[in-house]
């Protein structure tokens, strides 16, 4: 929330990439085809105001920042909590699973079509002043409180734990984002994912879903349809959460060929393919047709993202 990228790191990330990329399999399939940056429309003009994310973002490396390789194997990422670009500015402690604002690590750019996962709790009273975005599919699922949005297309909402919202950028939309309660912090994951189109009409949209319906089965949130179950958006993606038991084992069957698999798990440990997994540890998984997927604690929460792998 959010910054365009200039132009000069924009070419040190290609540099880089160009360096790094026959190194792995996975930087070949889930970077080369996105567009990396084909959401952004002018990268010269950067938003300045007092919120650290819509800074000038100086050219640099991801060394400065303390973290591990990500664990990348033949057809999975592994990208522990502990490895995420962290930024805590006192009334937002904010955690990137992928490269972001000052946190940048060309291993981290993306997954497929996935541009950002940031696990942000705003400080109470506090909150993102108005901003711009464009060509993106921004998606926000409140954790914890209550987030209060206001857009330049006249909507003003307040989103709670157990919604989820959706704000197709397209052309252009400005808003803000603030924790109404004043004495309690509000946790929320911010989502990015590239549209499959550019350039459509700003739309937003919020619906609250059953929290019972996601016990010990997977809840889709979101998906490319209008008229299917959660929020839609320009993209071949699905969304699906769910809350299990301890020690049960269910089986997610990927939706469209050639997508691939981002889970994050939201609380609890679960065990993915045999690859066990911690509190907001995320996985990604590519050139599979289905995962089976054990939850190792109880009441474990998971999000699954499919997402394409390329535009």
């Not at 399999?25 to 002018?42: C, Q, R, V, W």
């Not at 499959?196 to 739309?203: G, I, N, T």
């Amino acid at each position: 929330m959010y910054a365009v990228f200039l132009q000069c790191q924009l070419t040190h990330f290609l540099i880089t990439l160009n360096q790094t990329m026959n190194r792995k399999d996975f930087i070949k399939k889930g970077l080369l085809g996105t567009s990396i940056f084909a959401a952004s429309t002018a990268f010269g003009n950067v938003v300045r105001n007092n919120i650290d994310e819509l800074q000038a973002l100086d050219i640099i490396g991801f060394n400065h920042l303390p973290h591990t390789n990500s664990q990348i194997m033949s057809n999975t990422v592994l990208h522990r909590a502990d490895t995420r670009g962290h930024a805590n500015h006192g009334w937002l402690n904010s955690h990137h699973s992928f490269s972001f604002a000052n946190y940048y690590n060309p291993e981290r750019m993306h997954f497929g079509v996935l541009r950002v996962l940031n696990d942000d709790t705003v400080a109470g009273g506090m909150g993102f002043g108005t901003h711009p975005h464009d060509n993106m599919e921004i998606i926000s699922i409140p954790l914890e409180g209550d987030l209060e949005h206001k857009d330049s297309m006249g909507n003003v909402a307040i989103i709670r734990k157990g919604d989820i919202q959706v704000m197709s950028a397209g052309t252009g939309i400005r808003h803000s984002e603030y924790n109404r309660n004043k004495d309690l912090a509000t946790q929320f994951l911010q989502i990015w994912v590239f549209p499959r189109q550019r350039d459509v009409a700003p739309r937003y949209d919020q619906i609250t879903l059953d929290q019972n319906d996601r016990h010990n089965r997977w809840q889709q949130v979101l998906s490319p349809n209008h008229d299917d179950e959660g929020v839609w958006i320009h993209q071949d993606a699905w969304f699906h959460l769910g809350k299990f038991d301890q020690n049960f084992q269910s089986i997610y069957s990927v939706k469209k060929s050639g997508n691939g698999l981002y889970v994050f798990v939201i609380k609890g440990s679960a065990t993915i393919d045999g690859i066990s997994l911690s509190e907001r540890d995320g996985l990604g998984i590519w050139d599979t047709n289905q995962v089976s997927i054990t939850a190792d604690s109880q009441d474990a929460e998971i999000l699954l993202m499919e997402v394409p792998m390329a535009l």
